[in-house]
C-alpha cells in the first residue's frame, strides 16, 4: 500500500468529521481496518506510528461496545476483566462509574 492510498483510509477514520462518527461498529469499514493494519509495516515512520495511532482508536471504540454488551446481558466486572486479561479494578474504573449502557450502539 502506497502512501497516499493509506492517508486517505486514515484521514477517513482520525479526521474532524471522520473521528466524531467513529463511535460504533458500524461505522468501521473492513476494507479501512485492512488497509490501516498493512500501514503498521510502512518503512516511513510517519505513515507507520498514524496507522498504529489510528488502530488504538478503533480498539478503544470496540472495547467500549463489547463491555456495555456484556454489562447489558449480565456480565460481571470479573468477568468482563477476565476475558480482557486486565484487574477488575481497571476494567469497573475504565467503564464503571455510573455509566449507562448504550443500547443503540
Do not use: C
Amino acid at each position: 500500500m502506497n502512501s497516499d492510498a493509506y492517508l486517505g483510509s486514515q484521514h477517513s477514520l482520525t479526521s474532524g468529521g471522520g473521528q466524531a462518527t467513529l463511535t460504533t461498529v458500524e461505522d468501521v469499514r473492513p476494507d479501512e481496518v485492512t488497509n490501516l493494519a498493512a500501514a503498521t509495516g510502512s518503512q516511513d515512520p510517519a505513515v507507520g506510528l498514524s496507522a498504529v495511532a489510528a488502530l488504538r482508536g478503533l480498539v478503544e471504540v470496540l472495547e467500549s461496545v463489547q463491555v456495555d454488551n456484556a454489562r447489558a446481558r449480565g456480565w460481571t466486572w470479573k468477568a468482563i476483566a477476565e476475558r480482557l486479561g486486565v484487574s477488575k479494578q481497571a476494567v469497573h474504573q475504565k467503564y464503571g462509574g455510573g455509566r449507562l449502557f448504550r443500547a443503540g450502539r
